[in-house]
């Protein structure tokens, strides 16, 4: 979680892929993205929209943890700008990790809005 949250900031998809699994799936307010591809395209449309982006993860809470799977609850911020205005926001996470061959990787992630 440690490299996904610093390598995150590059804004390179291709910078995650050692930590996402083919079938990964993302859960985001903008909708739910199943594989790379689709992935690949939210990320990117997200990036594009909020210039200088900075994202970063606390309060990491391991739900379980396993030899092959592990699972952790966060709250995530971001700041940048949109459309040259400042901008800022955040909410919960929860990341489940898998481990593959070559290590562990991302295969589900759900963020949502903080409760109002």
């Known amino acids: 979680m440690a490299f996904y949250g610093e390598v995150i900031n590059q804004h390179r998809f291709d910078a ?37 982006e900075r994202y970063w993860l606390e309060d990491l809470y391991w739900l379980a943890i ?14 940048g700008r949109m459309n040259n205005v400042p901008a800022a926001g955040g909410g919960r996470g929860t990341t489940v990790l898998r481990r593959d061959p070559a290590g562990w990787v991302i295969v589900h992630e759900h963020l949502s809005a903080e409760p109002t």
């Open 66 to 79: 396993g030899d092959d799977s592990a699972a952790c609850s966060y709250h995530f911020h971001w700041t």
């Open 16 to 52: 995650l892929l050692p930590v996402l699994a083919e079938d990964v799936s993302f859960w985001f307010s903008s909708g739910s993205h199943s594989g790379l591809a689709a992935s690949r395209q939210a990320f990117e449309k997200t990036w594009a929209r909020i210039v200088d």
